[in-house]
């Protein structure tokens, strides 16, 4: 806590892991990601960023966990983009009235 009093911008609390989550070896539910690419994280969307910018879809981050701070972990991102296409077809699908539309 020592860290986060010192510094009142926080950080990302991690939550969960998605069941097909790449970071659940080095990462525990109740790390705090304090940066990434040694850039300051103080929200989501910073990390989604830097996901994105990556040709390799993996970003470098220092956790607090237990009071003390792991640098160098790095983070894979998984590219979901067909997932929500194919999720977002069914959906469609189930739900549509007119079968002429819903091709």
């Known amino acids: 806590m020592k860290h986060l009093i010192k510094d009142l911008r926080g950080g990302l609390q991690i939550e969960k892991f998605t ?23 103080e929200h989501i969307y910073h990390i989604l960023s830097l996901f994105h910018t990556s040709l390799d ?7 607090l966990r237990d ?4 640098s160098g972990i790095m983070l894979t991102g998984l590219d979901v983009s067909a ?5 977002q077809k069914k959906i469609i699908k189930s739900t549509c009235k007119y079968k ?3 091709k």
């Open 57 to 63: 879809h993996k970003i470098k981050v220092d956790v």
């Open 67 to 70: 009071g003390n701070i792991k």
């Open 19 to 41: 069941k097909d989550s790449l970071n659940t070896k080095d990462l525990k539910v109740g790390d705090i990601l304090k940066r990434a690419n040694d850039i300051r994280i």
């Open 83 to 87: 997932n929500i296409l194919e999720t």
């Open 100 to 102: 002429a539309l819903c």
